[in-house]
């Protein structure tokens, strides 16, 4: 399975003897390393090697995208996205790495380790220490430097074949009319192709031009624009001087406004959309119905880049612009509005937490999440109140779809720096509970729990005593005491009487409730509650509560013998929170369903389901988890499906089940 690669968004040319000398350095080194300077082409070489299988069929490729990172506080993180690993534990990231690849036989890919060598030699130095099914491929302008890496210099395109033909390519797909065949035509575009040394990237950006003139016309000003550099400022070598030259003549061919957006643009980590042009670039001369125009121009020439819906800057561009934006005097004011950008879109996201787009906000702070990161670092140092804010509304997202780490490292970043009291450190406090108690800390999390309340008692503050309640509750729940998380939540409601909808503390309280009564026996009430729960979040478009309401729902339909019942919640409940993107949640919703199964007799697919149950599980970093009431319905259901299969064939499906691809397995279950 091929995992969290780019798009190939335009057609590949060439490089068929790189390609082929690549795969002869994987037969005999477990790490290469693609240098060269920027814009010569490594990212693409190392995309198009990988997706074509030219390195051969590892399990699983794992593509790491480390231009968006300021600096080495996320590597680990990045990687164990790329990878798969969604880890709910205390452990230093990079051990949680190391423990989840090395039984795994993979290729990882480390895409633009320039800026961060020293950190990527350590985390690669780990990785193939204690991983001995792991191959690396890396790209960046210098090599990694840990023993047994091979350098693999990728150089230009020759000017008289593959670069006529990339420019060429890319000259038609901008000006489609435009003719290119005739002798003054060839004699420009061969000119062209020798004075941009054959470095893509600067073809690419050439060949953009031609929506502005002649093939004769883009040469002529490419031979002023080199002829003006070398007595002016000559750079070494002449590969560094064509691209720079090549970026900064498009620059020149921007209209103001578009030079302008391209500066601001700069300060943009990772894939944006239109709207967040619009938040971080408007200002002065550039107003908000001027950057969708300036955005398509940039688009149409090659300076910004399509990327699904959104929009994406090369590295090398994006470091011209940000030259600029130093020039203009701009880099403070960009990168306040950049964070001040950030904050409003999580704090948009958190208010929407209840309505209909919940889970379209899990996706977009998904998507967001390199920008986040660093609007958090740029507020920790400029504004610790609105990092403590924005780090307390972010930090249930992120619990939800894998990112502990960061959302424990950030609230208590954000925590020591910001001591006053009051409703925004209570919030971070609770959201820090909830980040240790998905940890395994329970202790800790009740601690949290009530120090929140505490606090929220103190200041009058009814929301930071519900949210209190909440994780109390929870701790509660998971140390088998269903009694008093019941008493802890119906003390929180005594003063919500306007339904489970009033706020998210209120419904999350209603949850815990719920699964108190399940917890203590009641399951006619817990039923009855459930279901009125699970349409109020139907009729919403809410996903987070609704999925747990199916958990307690397919529970006590296990408890009650009602198999086929149990399944079709347990499914409901898997295709909710695939669609939030929570890994532990998936982990839950597959044990159920392999229980359910294998009550109904099906005891193959629940063997199967079972395996796969427990790569999730593995993803996460826990053995199985879960409210108390859930462990002996596994054995059970486990015990019954061994004995109808025997132990040979239940350890074979459930073998099948760890060993394939897991998100495959999770779509055709859901499917039904």
Not at 182 to 204: K, M, S, Y
Not at 222 to 249: F, K, M, N, Y
Not at 316 to 330: D, N, S
Not at 596 to 603: I, Q, R, Y
Request: glycine letters at 10%.
């Amino acid at each position: 399975m091929v995992r969290s690669t780019p798009d190939e968004s335009t057609s590949f040319v060439g490089r068929r003897s790189e390609l082929s000398r690549l795969a002869e350095a994987f037969a005999g080194h477990r790490m290469v390393t693609l240098t060269g300077p920027g814009g010569v082409g490594k990212s693409r070489l190392a995309l198009h090697a990988v997706t074509t299988g030219v390195l051969g069929p590892p399990d699983t490729v794992a593509w790491a995208d480390l231009s968006p990172l300021q600096d080495e506080r996320l590597l680990a993180a990045t990687v164990s996205d790329a990878s798969g690993l969604a880890d709910h534990t205390p452990r230093m990231p990079a051990d949680a790495l190391c423990a989840w690849l090395a039984d795994k036989r993979m290729l990882l890919v480390l895409d633009s380790c320039e800026h961060l060598v020293d950190a990527c030699r350590d985390l690669a130095g780990d990785l193939l220490t204690a991983c001995p099914g792991l191959t690396i491929l890396a790209t960046s302008r210098q090599p990694v430097g840990i023993p047994g890496e091979m350098r693999f210099e990728v150089g230009p395109l020759p000017f008289d074949g593959d670069a006529l033909t990339l420019f060429t390519d890319r000259a038609r797909a901008a000006a489609p009319g435009l003719r290119l065949d005739g002798p003054e035509q060839t004699r420009a575009v061969a000119a062209i192709c020798r004075r941009l040394d054959g470095i893509p990237l600067a073809l690419e950006l050439a060949g953009a031009q031609l929506r502005e003139g002649t093939v004769e016309e883009v040469e002529k000003r490419l031979r002023t624009a080199l002829s003006a550099l070398d007595t002016v400022e000559p750079v070494s070598p002449a590969r560094h001087q064509s691209l720079r030259t090549a970026i900064g003549w498009s620059h020149e061919l921007c209209a103001p406004l578009e030079r302008l957006l391209w500066a601001r643009l700069s300060v943009l980590r990772g894939t944006f959309d239109e709207s967040a042009a619009r938040a971080v670039c408007v200002g002065g001369p550039l107003r908000a119905d001027a950057v969708a125009p300036a955005l398509a121009g940039l688009v149409a020439k090659s300076v910004v880049s399509r990327r699904g819906n959104g929009f994406r800057m090369l590295d090398t561009v994006r470091e011209y612009g940000r030259m600029w934006l130093a020039e203009l005097g701009e880099e403070k004011a960009a990168e306040g509005r950049h964070a001040r950008a950030f904050l409003n879109l999580v704090r948009r996201a958190d208010d929407g937490w209840l309505g209909p787009g919940q889970a379209g906000w899990y996706r977009r702070l998904a998507a967001a999440h390199p920008d986040v990161c660093a609007a958090l670092d740029h507020l920790l140092t400029t504004d610790p109140h609105a990092a403590t804010e924005m780090a307390s509304r972010v930090g249930f997202f992120w619990a939800c779809c894998g990112h502990l780490h960061e959302a424990r490292d950030y609230l208590e970043s954000a925590l020591a720096l910001y001591g006053v009291p009051g409703p925004t450190r209570t919030r971070a406090q609770w959201a820090l509970g909830c980040a240790a108690l998905l940890q395994g800390e329970h202790d800790k999390a009740r601690l949290l729990g009530e120090l929140c309340a505490q606090e929220a008692e103190r200041d009058d503050d009814l929301e930071g005593r519900r949210s209190a309640a909440y994780l109390l509750g929870i701790t509660h729940l998971l140390s088998g005491r269903p009694l008093a998380a019941g008493n802890v939540a119906d003390r929180a409601l005594a003063t919500a009487p306007d339904g489970p909808f009033a706020s998210a503390s209120v419904l999350r309280c209603h949850l815990v409730r719920i699964f108190a009564l399940t917890g203590s026996g009641q399951l006619d009430q817990a039923t009855a509650e459930a279901e009125k729960l699970r349409r109020g979040c139907v009729s919403r478009g809410e996903y987070w509560a609704r999925n747990y309401t199916y958990y307690q729902l397919s529970l006590i339909a296990l408890f009650q013998d009602r198999p086929e019942e149990a399944a079709e919640h347990a499914r409901a409940m898997l295709d909710g929170k695939r669609r939030l993107g929570d890994t532990f949640g998936i982990a839950l919703g597959l044990d159920l369903l392999a229980a359910a199964l294998a009550a109904g007799g099906e005891n193959n697919s629940a063997a199967r389901l079972a395996g796969t149950g427990l790569a999730y599980w593995r993803a996460v970093g826990h053995a199985q988890r879960g409210t108390p009431e859930l462990g002996p319905i596994r054995e059970e259901c486990e015990r019954a499906a061994r004995e109808a299969l025997g132990d040979e064939s239940y350890d074979r499906e459930f073998r099948t089940g760890v060993e394939e691809d897991a998100s495959l397995a999770l779509a055709r279950v859901v499917g039904g």
